[in-house]
């Protein structure tokens, strides 16, 4: 019988294997997982709604279901931590704002709603920093989530605590969601593999807005909400279930015409690769600089690509990412709520709601993103795959937005996210996988980013990639100092 450590230390795709076999109870699961969280949440603070109760009720029903004959699901007995920007029908949905602290919609996002009913258990709600305008882990209601490498450092957000959960063992993987990067932050702050599926693939529903109260839904232009887990298998299986048209969001693309598993097979051998180290025009700091050029390396090397380095020649498309993110915005309802509570708000989030808006502002974002669109269409034209930074710096301090200087230069607060934004704008899937690690011993990510609608590319160049430079046996040196 595996003891409990044991248990939190396997991945999705073997624990879901062997509750279906049953070598392991989904009861016993569950009880390893809350032990994990009773002992390190003091820590890290990854999640700010816990639902040990629901989740014990929910193993024992799915283990009366296993001992009945009945099917457990792909993802049997798998425990799960939900972004607490993502709804669940027994949970609140906090979305660390003071304003929502008491909501709680009472049904589940479409997202849930197919995890559960794969056998999937959720064990309680993740902390966002507010309404998740933000890359980092803090919010004005929760305790600041941590990163497990390192306490004092941001974990990486906005999907901040499902980063810091799954890094820590807590569960094999977390759902969370993606406007301009807040899975593959994360994944690049926490040492985790984030995907961001092409715009579509994950249906979008009901998002966070309460019809009784002002306030905000999803950037449904933006947003693409998906898994961070230590394995890409991991996150291929959870992709598998969550994704698909629903009839909820009109943006949803048909059924995938291949098998997300699937995509995991088969060589990169022969594909063009384009690197892009800065864009052209980002300060990038010089030891992420090093150890993602050393990754990229690794695919001519050992790979089979041709590498090339290569710039798309967008401007910076951060003020009009913002312009785009306030015309998705409840601008109206999101001031009233700042009337009400902006002394106990975000001050970027203020200020950014605030902002006098006028109707060319946001004609221009729109205009500006078909720019990149455009771009990024003609220089994909010459590409199988583009490789990035995920971040341009490694993970910084809690309780700051983002570093001002990198490399020597002056920077804006939230310049770190350059990397990220434009896929969102584009829509094209985008993955972050583990790179390497900083002298100091923190993650640092790679983006891999591909053609439109080639999520199979994405996938399969993480997998190859994983196989080439293992990471799934490297935790944070906390848990050993815990006995975990």
């Keep these: 019988m ?26 016993e ?74 909501f709680n919609g009472g049904v589940d996002d479409v997202v849930v709603e197919r995890l559960r009913a794969a056998g999937a258990i959720v064990t309680g709600k993740t902390n966002v920093p507010e309404f998740g305008y933000s890359g980092a882990g803090h919010n004005p209601v929760f305790e ?67 019809e009784t109260l002002p306030g905000v839904s999803s950037w449904e232009s933006l947003e693409c909400i998906g898994p961070l887990s230590r394995t890409v298998a991991d996150s291929a299986l959870m992709l598998s279930v969550i994704s698909g048209p629903d009839m909820r969001d009109r943006r949803t693309l048909p059924k995938a015409e291949f098998d997300w598993m699937g995509c995991l097979n088969g060589d990169l051998k022969g594909l063009r690769v384009a690197y892009s180290a800065d864009w052209g025009y980002v300060a990038v700091d010089p030891e992420v600089r090093q150890i993602v050029g050393d990754a990229v390396k690794l695919f001519e090397s050992e790979l089979g690509c041709t590498v090339e380095e290569a710039d798309p020649g967008w401007d910076d498309p951060f003020g009009a990412f913002w312009g785009l993110v306030a015309a998705e915005t409840d601008l109206v309802g999101m001031r009233k709520l700042v009337d009400e509570h902006g002394h106990h708000m975000t001050p970027h989030l203020v200020d950014f709601l605030r902002t006098p808006w006028t109707a060319e502002m946001l004609t221009d974002a729109v205009m500006a993103r078909k720019g990149v669109a455009n771009k990024a269409a003609a220089f994909m034209a010459n590409y199988d795959l583009l490789l990035t ?96």
Excluded at 6 to 16: F, G, H, K, S
């Design 2 to 27: 595996a003891n409990g450590n044991e248990i939190c230390r396997m991945d999705a795709v073997t624990l879901a294997g062997k509750v279906r076999a049953k070598e392991l109870s989904p009861v």
């Design 389 to 484: 930074p995920t971040l341009t710096v490694p993970p910084f301090a809690v309780h700051i937005q983002g570093v001002e200087k990198i490399d020597g230069q002056i920077v804006h607060p939230f310049q770190w996210l350059s990397f990220t934004l434009p896929f969102n704008m584009t829509g094209q899937p985008a993955a972050s996988v583990p790179a390497g690690f900083t002298k100091s011993g923190l993650p640092v990510g790679l983006q891999i980013v591909g053609r439109h609608l080639d999520d199979p590319a994405v996938m399969r160049a993480c997998a190859n990639f994983e196989k080439a430079r293992p990471w799934a046996d490297k935790w944070p040196p906390l848990l050993a100092e815990m006995g975990l």
């Design 144 to 210: 600041t989530s941590r990163n497990p490498w390192d306490l004092e450092r941001n974990p990486g957000g906005s999907s901040a605590g499902a980063g810091a959960a799954v890094a820590a063992g807590m569960g094999p993987f977390g759902i969370g969601s993606d406007g301009g990067g807040s899975v593959r932050i994360p994944a690049s702050f926490s040492g985790l593999v984030g995907i961001k599926a092409s715009m579509g693939r994950v249906p979008l529903w009901p998002g966070t807005k309460d």
């Design 29 to 102: 699961v569950i009880e390893a997982s809350i032990a994990r969280m009773n002992k390190l949440e003091p820590l890290l603070h990854a999640f700010c709604t816990p639902g040990p109760d629901l989740a014990r009720k929910a193993a024992k029903q799915l283990e009366a279901d296993i001992m009945a004959g009945k099917d457990p699901g792909p993802l049997a007995g798998v425990p799960i931590g939900v972004k607490d920007l993502i709804c669940t029908k027994d949970l609140p949905t906090v979305s660390g704002s003071f304003a929502y602290k008491d």
